[in-house]
């Protein structure tokens, strides 16, 4: 009989019967009770399905626990490191969050909490990172802290984020349509009051309109509406003030008047103008939504590099387990192929290790019994037996993952500036129309100014821009996951580019084949495509589709080659020494790499030498126009990468870049964008790989490789979603015209504010005039938006850089 | 004129109609994932069958 394994994690069920439970319409065996207790959730949940549809096991996540019991250190080990003695650190998913001043207010919260050492909150994610001593407080507490405040807290848990992000959108959705079905039919009723000139409309049917919309435009203020208000609310309890503020006094004050005026039949309505404000609102609400989930979502694949199951060695017995069992000091067996589930050193076995994802450098790197081994690389000839040093929090993975949202967490207060103005100008707003309806001794008149000088021309004017410029980026290639990322790629004075998978393809590719024996290129390269269609190795992927025929008995020696037998001739690829053994004798000449961009991969036969291949990362063919481009429109590009200063070296000349640096580690990036912006200078940085996502989240603006890893986008700003830099330089110039735009309606916001707040202050305009300029200021906002998606007409300063970045490129 | 009298309810009552199959479809879970749609069509069902 065979085995029976766990239906939940796929290990093998050790005592059968023991833990069952029906699933699917049939009894099922699972290993342990906790495999058990999941499957149940995820069968109440109805989401069974999950068990038709997985390609791969599950594994068993740890229940979100209350508040009090997150103290516990057995769940405490999947979310909280440990730094020194007594400091703790985690992350934590924050909810009911409604804009920007609710994660300001958390963080500054958090950071009064006795016992707390640092606390930060990244916008983008909503996350808050906290450090704490465990002396003085706990976990519980402030997660306590934060539920006190009217939020709520989890510790990091991916299943947690996917229903509440589901939650969020659909209820945002709902508003919206909401709000969206209200202000049309409303608008229909309005429309024969406006073309009423005098008596041809009857006062009853008047009347009717004015019900219908008093109807209609109930379930927009009661429902709709629910973020302003509370948002106002919120504020109002913690005497502060934001954009809600006026919007929601506006918008119940219109709402009041225009109620009072059907109830009494005398005085104007203007359900229309509300309904149609709060259906912008929410538009721009919703667009934002979309685009702060996206980014959050990506960031939750950060945890997907480490394997979820470890090989454990008990004796000479691998057993599988999940991998947060691991503690240092275990053996465990890593197969070829699979991923490194921890930091260690290797025990037995030799290998190489592609450590991209880490490095961002194509080149394995090789490993021998003694080797420091990362977890999340992928080991890809032989098996291994790896001794565990570090596991889950502490790794390096882990740490970089850490640094990336640390990284990012540090950034947004430079927008503040225009949220400053907007606020000062909401005081001024209230006060004016406080003093406007005592002065009049009419409430009319306040009203009036509410809703003139409502600032939703100025709260529309940024948002409504950006959404349009983020969809014409999208048609140039590139998805915008940060709005104010426009801004600075704007003011952007220098480029530091990275050079593997960025400017080259990120693999290697056969730029030259010579021949050194009696065969010529293309029987050699046909003989070194059988070999390698066995191998795993990156440089044997430069071979793949060149073979015809397979070898016989393909043999992989690690960090060296490959032998195998092709129609009973004995063969080997690989390194220079590695071919030499086979035949015995030395290169028929000297041969030498034109330079250190190039890696050379030998063919021999045991009766001599057969070829030379050179390898190489090539570059991109749009990369010398991108470089062209980007010095033509006045920036200084500089190239720093991880790889052999020689190389990188090579690179910049052909590229005729000025400034660069090779051997630069994670760190030195971040020095190297470090040292530029306390010049004052403002950076762009251009690059893929885990090693840049720290460096793409410091830098003033970022842009990543869509083909890149993962991890580099989700900090990025900007991500190329086509495999080509060409969308760049374009993506420059509609920035600076964007930021155009935003400055002209920011001016016209402001001016048209400027001009209504007297007028209505004074008593000059009614209700009616009032609306009626209010959504014309925003409609205007809105058309100088939309000039964004005509096609550009080039700038002079412009025209220059894009002729030649065409020809160039060409 | 007096068609008003019927016909003005009777769009309240379309539209809190529209309102309410619009929050069928959302609850079905319609919109929770428009991405997927599109690739849904070049998952290949025959293999499984």
Known sequence: MPAAQCYHCGLL?????????????????????????????????????????????GTAPAELAPAEELDDPQAQAQFVAATGEHGREASLILDRIRCAACLWLVEQWLRRQPGILRASVN???????????????????????????????????????GAMERGERRKALWRLFVAGFGAMQVMMYAFPAYLDDGGTLPRDVEALFRWASLLLTLPVLLFSCTPFFAAAWQDARHRRISLDTPIALGIAAGFGASAWATLAGSGAVYFDSIAMLVFLLL???????????????????????????????????????????????????????????????????????????????????RKAAGARLVGGSVNLEQPLVLRVMRVGAETQAAAIGRLVERAAAARPRAVAGADRIARSLTWLVLAVAAAAGLYWQDPWVAIAVLVATCPCALALATPVTL??????????????????????????????????????????????????????????????????????????RAFGGAATAAAVDPLSCPGRGMEGSIDGRRLRIGSESFCRELCEVAPPRAFVPPDASHTPVFLACS?????????????????????????????????????????????????????????????????????????????????????????????????????????????????????????????????????????????????????????AAAGW????????????????????????SAPARDQRPWKASTSSYRSQSA | MESLYLLVPLSVGVVIAIGWVFWRALESGQFDDLERPGYSILEDDDLKR
């Open chain 1, 283 to 365: 538009g721009a609400r919703y667009l934002e939504l979309g685009a702060r989930q996206r980014a959050a979502r990506s960031l939750d694949r950060l945890a997907r590099w480490m394997p979820s199951f470890a090989l454990r060695l008990a004796g000479e017995a691998p057993h599988k387990v999940a991998v947060h069992l691991l503690a240092p000091g275990d053996r465990v067996l890593v197969p070829a192929g699979e991923r490194v589930p921890a930091d260690g050193v290797v025990e037995r076995g030799a290998s190489s290790a592609d450590e991209s994802l880490l490095t961002g450098e194509a080149r394995p790197v």
């Open chain 1, 607 to 759: 009766t001599g030498w057969l070829a030379a291949f050179l390898l190489t990362d090539r570059l991109r063919p749009e990369a010398r126009g991108l470089v062209a481009g980007l010095r033509n429109a006045g920036l200084h590009v500089h190239l720093v990468s991880g790889d052999q200063p020689a190389v990188v070296e090579a690179c910049a000349r052909r590229l005729g870049i000025e400034c660069f640096a090779g051997a630069v580690a994670p760190e030195g990036k971040l020095e190297y964008i470090a040292r530029l912006q306390g010049e004052g200078r403002v950076v762009l940085m251009i690059g893929d790989g885990l090693n840049d996502a720290p460096v793409l989240a410091r830098a003033d603006v970022s842009i990543a490789m869509g083909g890149g890893a993962d991890a580099a986008q989700l900090q990025a700003d900007l991500v190329l979603t086509g495999d080509s830099l060409r969308g760049v330089v374009a993506a420059m110039r509609l920035a600076r015209r964007t930021m155009r735009i935003v400055r002209q309606n920011f001016g016209w916001a402001l001016a048209y504010n400027a001009l209504a707040l007297p007028a």
């Open chain 1, 467 to 540: 959404t349009a410029a983020s969809a014409r980026l999208l048609s140039l290639g590139m998805a915008l996951t940060r709005a104010r990322a426009l801004e600075a790629l704007e003011r952007a004075t220098d480029v530091v580019l990275d050079k593997t998978g960025t400017l080259t393809e990120g693999r290697f590719a056969l730029a030259r084949t010579v021949p050194l024996g009696a065969l010529d290129a293309q029987a050699c390269l046909q003989l070194a495509g059988a070999l390698e269609s066995a191998s795993r190795h990156p440089l044997a």
């Open chain 1, 765 to 788: 305009i009614g209700p009616w005039e009032a609306a009626l300029g209010m959504a014309a200021s925003s409609f205007i906002v809105v058309l100088n938006a939309g000039r964004i």
């Open chain 1, 123 to 161: 916008y983008a994610t909503r996350r808050a990172h906290v450090a704490w001593d465990a002396r003085s407080t706990k976990l519980s507490q402030l997660v306590a802290a934060v539920r006190a405040i009217g939020y709520d807290a989890y510790p990091w848990d991916p299943q947690r984020q």
């Open chain 1, 13 to 57: 069920v050790a005592e059968p019967g023991r833990w069952r439970a029906p699933l699917l319409g049939a009894p099922r065996d699972f290993c342990c009770a906790g495999c058990e207790a999941v499957a149940g959730t995820i069968a109440a949940a109805g989401f069974e399905r999950y068990y038709e549809t997985r390609s791969a096991a």
